[in-house]
């Protein structure tokens, strides 16, 4: 994960954390973000290790569709637009390790 993907996403969740968030999801939506600082803390110590990536990855979709569900649609997309960051570097960083041992 690059900086500026961390840095998305940290104002991210700070910015829904400010929010006032419905109860129904509101527990839900709190694992997620446990989970993505988490493994945000893990990505920082440990780049190249794709089951945090996986982790982060899972929780941001669900954080997303919970932020779109209680209305938050810019969250929501931000969210899934980091997501989507992750998800292409790490096909990139699989595709490079494929053609190094090639």
Do not use: W
């Not at 694992?31 to 941001?60: F, G, Q, W």
């Not at 669900?62 to 649609?73: D, H, K, Q, S, V």
């Amino acid at each position: 994960m690059n900086i500026f993907s961390f840095t998305v996403l940290e104002d991210t969740l700070n910015e829904l954390a400010a929010k006032q968030i419905p109860l129904a999801g509101n527990s839900r939506q709190d694992e997620c973000v446990t989970a993505i600082r988490a493994c945000m803390e893990l990505i920082a110590l440990n780049p190249s290790n794709e089951t945090y990536t996986d982790k982060i990855r899972h929780a941001l979709i669900e954080l997303a569709r919970i932020t779109r569900e209680n209305g938050e649609f810019l969250i929501a997309a931000r969210i899934r637009t980091v997501e989507h960051q992750l998800a292409f570097n790490e096909g990139f960083s699989k595709q490079q390790r494929a053609m190094r041992m090639a």
